[in-house]
C-alpha cells in the first residue's frame, strides 16, 4: 500500500524553524519526484518545493526561496522541508507529494499524496 505521512508541523512565533517529515512506503521514493506543497484557508494549492530522484531539478517558490530546504533521507526514505524565518504568510496545510515524472511542481501532475500537517506561524 502506498502511503505518505508528514509530521513536524505546529505552532511557530515569526522567525521560527520548523523540520516537516515526509515519510513513504510501500514504494521507493528514489525513484520518484517529491514535492511540498501548501494550502492556505480561502486559497489555492501552491508548489512550495520540489525536486527530483536525481537531485538534478530542484525548485523553491519564490516566496520560499532562502529560507526553505528540500532534502532527502534514502534510507530512511524520508523527505524533509527545513523552513527557517518563518513568516505569518507562511501559515497553512503543508502536504507531501510524489510523482513518477510531472513537468514541474504543479499538484495536478502528482499521484501520491499525504494527509497533511498544519504549519501556524503566530505570535
Known amino acids: 500500500q502506498v502511503q505518505l505521512v508528514e509530521s513536524g508541523g505546529g505552532l511557530v512565533q515569526p522567525g521560527g524553524s520548523l523540520r516537516l517529515s515526509c515519510a513513504a512506503s510501500?514504494?521507493?521514493?528514489?525513484?520518484?519526484?517529491i514535492g511540498w506543497f501548501r494550502q492556505a484557508p480561502g486559497k489555492e494549492r501552491e508548489g512550495v518545493s520540489c525536486?527530483?530522484?536525481?537531485?538534478?531539478?530542484?525548485y523553491y517558490a519564490d516566496s520560499v526561496k532562502g529560507r526553505f530546504t528540500i532534502s532527502r533521507d534514502n534510507a530512511k526514505n524520508t523527505v524533509y522541508l527545513q523552513m527557517n524565518s518563518l513568516k505569518p504568510e507562511d501559515t497553512a496545510v503543508y502536504s507531501c507529494?510524489?510523482?513518477?515524472?510531472?513537468?514541474?511542481?504543479?499538484?495536478?501532475?502528482?499521484?501520491?499524496w499525504g494527509q497533511g500537517t498544519q504549519v501556524t506561524v503566530s505570535s
Open positions: 507529494a510524489a510523482a513518477f515524472r510531472p513537468n514541474g511542481c504543479h499538484a495536478g501532475e502528482y499521484d501520491y
Open positions: 510501500g514504494f521507493n521514493l528514489d525513484y520518484y519526484f
Open positions: 525536486f527530483s530522484n536525481s537531485d538534478v531539478y530542484t
